[in-house]
């Protein structure tokens, strides 16, 4: 089973901003195509029939609220994701209304793109390279909470030795052997859970809002652990 969608459509009317989400969608599906007006979603959408469509809700000719009716008489099982600027609440109420429940902010961040996607499709889509390496994870109250499995740049895996539930936000500070003089704290999202306590369970684990400094770090400690690898 191909572990890609076949084909997903990114519509904005910036066709720079349409390019780069479906440049950041390239472990997602196989063929991403952008289009910029309201008319080539539905022409696009009705002749080739992708699984998955990002559309910006300040589309026109027609607009999103036109479109969004017409696309579910066209291709009834198509994933719809709407990308936005500004969402006022009548709008979302609007768009609700019509089945759409998937609302991402630009910038866009994909991992959350991709999370829909795994969730919809029932399929593990991995927008990073993970990394095979044992770290200690601690709680920010210095409770260790587990051991990774594997590291990437969007997250890690986790056999952690306490109660940990999906969904749950929590902050962690990764004991990463880079030279600092601090572990690495990161926000993080509990994906999903395998197996029952009290025994150590599988965590999968989203990083979220990961950025300057510390997102450098991680990265860097990453490379040096490919070149290890390329070394052994």
């Known amino acids: 089973m191909s572990s ?34 309201g008319e080539e979603v539905i022409d696009v959408v009705a002749d080739k029939q992708p699984q998955l469509l990002i559309i910006s ?17 066209i291709a009834g099982d198509l994933l719809i994701i709407a ?68 590291l990437s740049e969007g997250g890690m895996s986790m056999d952690a030795l306490h109660p940990v539930r999906p969904d749950e936000s929590q902050l962690f500070d990764l004991m990463i052997a880079d030279g600092a003089s601090r572990p690495l704290r990161v926000r993080s999202r509990i994906l999903q859970v395998e197996g029952t306590q009290p025994a150590p369970v599988l965590a999968r684990i989203q990083f979220e809002r990961l950025w300057g400094p510390d997102h450098k770090r991680l990265v860097d400690y990453i490379q040096s652990l490919v070149k290890a690898d390329k070394r052994a």
């Open 57 to 73: 809700l300040e589309m026109s000719r027609p607009d999103t609220v036109d479109i969004i009716p017409r696309l579910q008489r």
């Open 83 to 150: 990308t936005y600027r500004e969402l006022s609440v009548p709008l979302m109420e609007k768009l609700s209304r019509l089945g759409l429940s998937h609302f991402v902010p630009q910038p866009v961040e994909v991992t959350e793109i991709f999370r829909a996607a795994s969730n919809r499709f029932q399929m593990h889509f991995r927008r990073h390279d993970r990394h095979n390496v044992t770290i200690e994870v601690y709680r920010a109250d210095g409770v260790l909470v587990g051991r990774t499995r594997d």
């Open 4 to 37: 890609k969608l076949q084909h997903l459509v990114v519509a904005d009317p910036n066709r720079e901003t349409a390019q780069t989400i479906a440049d950041s969608c390239e472990r997602l599906a196989e063929i991403r195509q952008v289009v910029a007006s």
